[in-house]
Structure formats: C-alpha cells, structure tokens
C-alpha cells in the first residue's frame, strides 16, 4: 500500500510534519476510491434524497424510512412515527472474484451489519448478481461459489434471500459483480445512528477477533484486477463466521434493547480505523485509542495491521462509562469478544500502541474530520457514448422465441434461490420467482414490496435511457404484487472512471437513474459505489443497481402466472399501440442475435403507470399481474404458462413481429383480468391497454404475431428455461 505523492503532499501539509507509516497507510485506505467516493460524490448530488417518510438519509451505515400509514378507510395519510424500515446495499465484486464463496459471504455479512448498525434487525436481503457468458466454465464457477456463499451465510444467520436477479454479459469476464442489498425493521425507541455524542464515552469493539485477513481491501477494492489477482490479491479477502455474525446480531438486539449504545459502526472497508475514525468524525469529535487492548487471533500483530485489517463480524460501539460492564456482560452471554479500546474525545484522533517492552507509541495523531472527509475529489474528463444506429438480423420467429425465452439471462433463476433459505422468520409472504418479494410486517399490518436488480444489457446500449428503464423497471415489479414505491437505495458499478469513455458512461447511468426515481417520486436514500471494476478483458458495463421497496395495505397480491380464467391485457406498450417507433436496443434478442438498434421509447407518464398498476393489482377482478421487461413479451408471456393454465395471443402491430414480442420496453406489464373495461379506464390518458387474448386451462401458449403462428407447451418452455439448471444440477 502506499499514498499516491500529491495526497501525501496534501496530508504533510495539514499535518506539519512527514506521517507516520501507519498514517499514511490509513489515508491510502480512507481517501481511496472505495471509501471516499472521490469519482463519483460530485455526480451523487443529481439523487434526490428527501421526503417526509426520510428519516436517516445518505451517509449512514444504512438509511432509515417510515413506513406509510392509513386512515379508517384504508386511505394513505401520512407516516409512521413508530416504524421504521432500513435500507442498504453494498459491493463485493473484487472479493468474489478472488474467491468467490469467502467474497459473496462476507458481502453478505457486511450489510447485515450495516443494518445492526442502525438498530434495526434484519429481515430480507436480496443479491444481483452478473456474470461473464454462461457457457464459460469459469464464469461457472465464479456462480456456483458465489451462490453457495451466500446461501450459506444467509441461511446461518437466519435472514432470508427473497429476492434479486443474475445477468451474464461478455464484459463481466474479468470482474463479476455481486451486489447484495438489506432491508431491517425497527421501531422509532431503537433507533441508533454512526454519529458519535459525547466526550468521555468508552469506544467499545464487539465481536470476533482480530487477525490479518482483508488487509487493505479498501485500497484492493479501488484498483483495477490484475491478470493474477486470484492468487496474489487472495490475502485482501475476508473470510467470514456466520455463526458469530448470528450471535452478533441476537447481542446487537440486547444491547439496543437495553439502550446500552450512544451510536455504532460495523467494521468494514479500512477496518477499526475506518469505523471508529468515521464515527467520532461525524460528531465533530475525536478519539483515543489504545491498539493493544483490541482483543486480536493472532500474536505479534503490528498496530497497522490492528487498525487496517478487515477481519468480520465486528461492531465497534460508543458506550456511557456506566454501561461497560453491561455490554461486557452481553458480549459474554452470546460468547463474543469484548473490548473497551478507548474513548471518544473532543480533540484529535489518536492511536497508541504499547509493544511488549512496555514502551507506548502514538502511531496515529490527526484530525478525524479530515481523514474521514478530506480527500480531494478527482476531476475527471468524459465521453458520452455513440448513438446507436439500426442494423437488425433476419431470424425466423421460432428460432427467436427459443433462443430468447432458453438464454441464461432470461431463463429461471431457479438453481439460483432454492439454494437460499427465503422463509425463515416467517414473513415472506412471496418469495423469489416473481417480479419482486412481499414481506408481512405484521406490527404495522403493512407489505413491504422488495426490488433489486440492473440491466446491462440495457445500460451497455444506452447509459443515460438504460438506467431510467432501470429504475422504472424495478418501479413496475413493487406495483405489480399492488404496492406503492416507497425508497430506494443503488449501488453503481463501473469500470475505470480514469477513461473518458468509461467515466461517461458512468454519468449517463446516475443521471438517468436519478431522473427516473425523481419522475416516479421515489428518494434514493443511500448507496454504494463500486468504480475501478476493469480487468485484463476490459471494463465492465456500466451497472446500476437498484433495491427499491414499496407498501402497501395487508400481504396479498396477484400470482404472477395465468390462472386460466380471464382475459388478457397488456398495459403501457407503446410498440404494440402504435404509438412510439419499436427499439430493439438493449433487447435479449440482439444480445443472441446480433446488431443494433435505438434503445425503446419509455412510457411519457412513468408515475401514472406505476400508480394505476399498483390500484389495477390490488382489484378483485385482477387474477395475475407480471410485469414485461428483459426478453419483452416473449419471456413474460412464457413465464406465465402453468401446466393447469395457457393462453391464446395474438399481438398486431406496425411494429415486425420480432419487435412485437422482443422489445424490451420498461413500464409494460400483463394482465389478466375478469373486467378489462376496468383496466382500461384505470389508465385512460395515462398509457394505452392493449387486448391480446384469452387465458385457458391448456397448459400451452398459443401464439401470432403479425401473422406469424408459434405454439409450445408447459413442458418444452421448462425445457428451454431450465439451461442454467442442467448445467449446474
């Protein structure tokens, strides 16, 4: 590790004097791409992040939303003043890569304990994963160990993966990217912030020991991978316990309960320094540490491998000197370490570290405002990407069909969550498999819709339009289980924000992610940024991930499949009302095919869609709801098909048939319904209902389009969706 000259300058310059070794080794990691945000913070002001459900914003652990509450007639009419929901998400792409299974875990861990962090207890996560090609064995085996790992951590602990999506791209060779989001619950007395309060409180570290494992995997997360980072980069990845992680957060519970904690930080990137000095920073505060008294597995450690390591299941907390032998008390009870490191003061943030020989040496003297926020930010030039011009293949229909509706990144996902326990703690009242998840939060007698996902498809095309079909998308499945959009958090990946044509693709995706959450007046209250995602094999595509929940009155919702019994309609297609010019871009169908073309025309009132949507779904004549976006009709319509329930459609158009039934237009859904002049009157002037058949009891889709005929029944479409499954099995 080592500070790049002109941020030594700058940190000799505050300091007066040349910084210690473990200074400088601390700044390289705190000023680093990973923590600081250098790159991405001047463009992370386009996020609207305020709205009266807002409680903690961006710059915590995780961000803290009320959720909404309703009158006698089941009317909104505000916000709780009681619970709470918190949202996180986080990065483990470079760690996954070098091992996947310890990588995905300890992701995993990370933002469960961003949510301890906050007071809340864990109730859901969700994982987007993205791949290189499928048929690559090493992207297989980056998958099968990336999934196990975090199967096994979330199933240790308890918490239950309910929801998320997993894309394979050419350019996800060299770096895969593995995003896992979080979301708790908690009630308004158990609220807990990073923000340290008062002078004299004890610094206390809980948790597992200390030892050498993720060494600066701050600074290994800002770098792009090299060749052999497999090996070489093998000592930056943590390796994580769940079980202590579960018994961490069962003491974090008695210890909130016991209001034992002042404020909190999990120990993540930058380890014990990055948590305490970020902590203390935010108070305005300061700190004195004795790196000795951190209770450490392994002997002879050096004060900088104290301070920087990334060891796991770790939570550092401010603590009243009244309440120590409480939490020492906890900490035992749940067979836990227990530390009391120093104290929180009003001066600098000071480490000393006493050796054997009894000598004590102050190795880290210095303003922790300025370690925690000083860091320059780059200014760096862009490029915006080229339009794409139309070069379309020639394919016959049912060649499409099979090709789209069998590819890996529109195929079931099913290998993928039966592996993930996504009913422990009894709240899941959907689970994986659909457009998005529905958790009972019977306290506040509400569902909590859950989101997650990208497309890179999409954004590789088109940064700016993919990452607003991005959002919109993730929108439409919280509307179609009947919930309304409540927050939102995302994790934007890219590639090295040093090449203009990298960083420009970059901006297109935060601004058009933020454009579309304002347009459907949803806050993005928090995030995480993952640049510097380049390999030998070249950078990723832009990736912006976004984790959006939303509420709504009791825990029902529409199946997601034909039941059989009503007609069929499809809401918001511009292409197939003839009211927009078809766009292939971005589509499953030129991916598999070849070519380019325009990205699609999204929906002129997004808002309206998500709304209306949200009301047809809760409708008692509704029967199934699913929403249309990657592989367009053709993959919804398919994954609609039950062996008790088909359809017949028959989709007309300007459009080719290609276009009908592959573009991949965002804001789109299927409806099935026993009164469709309710559907259309629900979105009359707000976006066009299209009639496209009849669902049966046959078991098989029935379809024309533009004259072209396919048919196939529910046992060739398992077939076709099942490739991920035979591969792996």
């Not at 000393?352 to 925690?372: I, P």
């Not at 016959?396 to 592996?419: H, I, N």
């Not at 070519?595 to 709304?611: N, Q």
């Amino acid at each position: 590790m080592s500070l790049a000259p002109s941020d030594r300058a700058l940190v000799v310059e505050e300091l007066g004097r040349e910084p210690t070794d473990v200074e400088e080794a601390l700044f390289e990691n705190l000023w680093s791409e990973h923590c600081a945000y250098r790159s991405s913070r001047p463009l992370l002001s386009a996020f609207d992040s305020a709205g009266e459900q807002v409680v903690v914003g961006p710059g915590d652990d995780a961000a803290v939303v009320a959720l909404p509450t309703t009158d006698d007639e089941g009317t909104p009419d505000g916000y709780s003043d009681e619970w709470y929901v918190t949202l996180g998400v986080e990065s483990h792409n470079h760690p996954s890569y070098v091992d996947p299974f310890d990588g995905a875990a300890t992701g995993v861990g990370g933002i469960v304990r961003d949510t301890l962090s906050m007071g809340a207890y864990p109730v859901a996560l969700a994982d987007s994963l993205y791949f290189g090609p499928f048929e690559r064995e090493h992207s297989q085996y980056l998958m099968d160990g990336v999934v196990e790992g975090i199967g096994h951590y979330g199933n240790c602990i308890g918490v239950p993966t309910v929801t998320g999506s997993v894309s394979f791209h050419e350019d996800y060779v060299g770096n895969p990217l593995v995003n896992v989001a979080c979301v708790g619950l908690l009630h308004d007395d158990r609220l807990v912030t990073a923000v340290a309060e008062e002078p004299g409180d004890k610094l206390v570290l809980v948790g597992n020991a200390t030892g050498r494992d993720g060494l600066g995997g701050a600074s290994f997360a800002s770098e792009d991978l090299a060749e052999d980072a497999e090996t070489e980069d093998r000592p930056a990845v943590q390796v994580g316990d769940p079980y202590a992680e579960k018994r961490l957060i069962e003491c974090n519970e008695d210890l909130v309960d016991e209001d034992l904690v002042r404020s909190a930080r999990d120990l993540g990137a930058a380890g014990l320094g990055g948590a305490s000095s970020e902590l203390v920073a935010k108070g305005g505060l300061g700190a004195d540490i004795a790196l000795e008294r951190v209770h450490q597995r392994e002997p002879n450690m050096h004060p900088l491998e104290i301070l920087l390591a990334e060891s796991q299941e770790r939570m550092c907390y401010e603590v009243r000197p009244g309440d120590v032998d409480r939490v020492r008390e906890l900490a035992e009870r749940y067979h836990l370490g227990c530390s009391v490191i120093g104290e929180v003061t009003d001066g600098n943030y000071t480490c000393t570290f006493t050796g054997d020989d009894g000598e004590t040496e102050t190795v880290v003297d210095v303003s922790a405002e300025y370690l925690a926020d000083g860091a320059p930010m780059n200014d760096l030039d862009h490029v915006d990407p080229e339009p794409q011009e139309r070069d379309l293949p020639d394919v016959a229909l049912d060649e499409a069909f099979e090709a789209v509706v069998g590819a890996p990144s529109t195929a079931s996902k099913s290998w993928v969550y039966r592996q993930y326990d996504h009913e422990v703690g009894t709240r899941t009242a959907i689970g994986p498999g659909g457009d998005a998840a529905l958790l009972a939060v019977r306290e506040a007698d509400t569902g909590l819709a859950f989101s997650s996902g990208a497309e890179p498809n999409w954004t590789s095309a088109n940064p700016y339009e993919g990452a607003r079909a991005v959002a919109l998308e993730n929108a439409t499945n919280v509307a179609a289980t009947g919930a309304r959009p409540l927050a939102a958090v995302d994790c934007l990946n890219g590639g090295n924000p040093e090449k203009p044509e990298v960083y420009g693709g970059f901006r297109g995706i935060v601004d058009g992610l933020a454009e579309m959450c304002a347009d459907l007046s949803v806050p993005v209250v928090g995030g995480n940024v993952s640049l510097y995602n380049d390999s030998a094999t070249g950078p990723i595509p832009p990736t912006p991930t976004l984790a959006m929940v939303g509420t709504k009155a009791g825990y029902d919702a529409p199946s997601s499949s034909f039941t059989g019994e009503g007609t069929l309609l499809v809401v918001g297609d511009g292409v197939l009302s003839g009211d927009v010019n078809a766009g292939l871009g971005g589509s499953e169908f030129l991916a598999q095919f070849g070519g380019t073309d325009a990205f699609p025309t999204l929906p002129e009132d997004p808002a309206g869609v998500v709304s209306h949507l949200a009301d047809v779904a809760n409708d008692d004549a509704t029967l199934a709801v699913h929403d249309a976006s990657h592989g367009g009709l053709a993959v919804t319509l398919a994954e609609m098909v039950t062996a008790d329930a088909g359809a017949t459609v028959t989709l007309d158009g300007d459009a080719s048939a290609a276009a009908l039934l592959f573009h991949e237009q965002a804001g789109r859904a299927v409806v099935e319904t026993t009164d469709p002049d309710a559907v259309r009157a629900a979105f009359d002037g707000v976006a066009p209902v299209v009639a496209v058949g009849e669902s049966d009891d046959s078991g098989t889709l029935s379809l024309t389009a533009n004259g072209e005929s396919l048919a196939y029944d529910v046992d060739r479409i398992r077939e076709l969706r099942s490739v991920i499954e035979r591969e792996l099995a």
